[in-house]
């Protein structure tokens, strides 16, 4: 059973439209991450955020924005989606040093 | 700063042989190090992990890696390959901050693995 959840799992957007792709975790884990994937690519973080109320851009810049304003919840908004954005969104948390993280399921978003 | 180096990009082997997936870590100090596998579509799945004590460690679906310092490395390894096998993986290492918090882990670019019959 999935700890981290990521909603839609694949969402068709049209050209400037705005969205949130979604991310709750259950583990209550203070630290989560939204990462950036072409498919079959590496890895890109996005954003990350340590607790409540904290958010930090990460190494490859992006146009979307966070918010944390609850510890289970993650949400990534664009605010004017471009087919540039098409890509997959990993959400992941961590909690206990050394754990690792756990990743959702991750969203497939299509931007037409 | 940190990295990891995961050279080979893509690798074949047949049903039934062993792997071996290489990865490299640059850092000053004993990291926490990682491997994941990723399906197609999918998130990504802890396989096993380091953080101290045995240098070889046991994962899940019947993975093991080895921690050598002297080489900076730490490699996955299966004794004989399934073709649900076939999937993406990564290695990351995780660093410590000063006053124990463990800081973002670092991801190599990641190692797609096909199954041949």
């Known amino acids: 059973e999935a700890d981290i959840y990521q909603t839609p799992r694949y969402l068709v957007i049209g050209t400037g439209k705005k969205i949130t792709l979604e991310c709750s975790q259950t583990?209550?884990?203070?630290?989560m991450y939204w990462y950036q994937q072409d498919p079959g690519m590496e890895l890109h973080l996005i954003h990350y955020s340590y607790g409540v109320n904290s958010t930090e851009k990460g190494d490859l810049s992006s146009e979307s924005t966070v918010s944390r304003i609850r510890t289970e919840h993650f949400p990534l908004t664009l605010e004017s989606a471009r087919p540039s954005h098409t890509s997959q969104y990993l959400c992941a948390s961590s909690g206990r040093q050394g754990r690792g993280y756990t990743f959702g399921s991750g969203t497939r978003l299509t931007v037409v | 700063a940190q990295s990891v180096t995961q050279p080979d990009i893509h690798i074949t082997v047949s049903e039934g042989a062993s792997l071996e997936l290489r990865c490299n870590y640059s850092y000053g100090a004993t990291p926490y190090l990682f491997w994941y596998v990723q399906s197609p579509g999918q998130g990504l799945q802890l396989l096993l992990k380091y953080f101290s004590g045995d240098t070889l460690v046991q994962g899940i679906k019947g993975f093991e890696a080895e921690f050598k310092r002297s080489q900076s490395s730490f490699n996955l390894r299966k004794p004989s390959v399934h073709w649900s096998d076939a999937a993406e993986y990564f290695c990351?290492?995780?660093?410590?901050?000063?006053?124990?918090?463990?800081?973002?882990?670092?991801f190599g670019k990641g190692t797609k693995l096909s199954v041949k019959p």
């Open positions: 990351a290492v995780g660093v410590m901050h000063y006053g124990g918090s463990q800081g973002n882990l670092i």
């Open positions: 583990m209550g884990h203070d630290k």
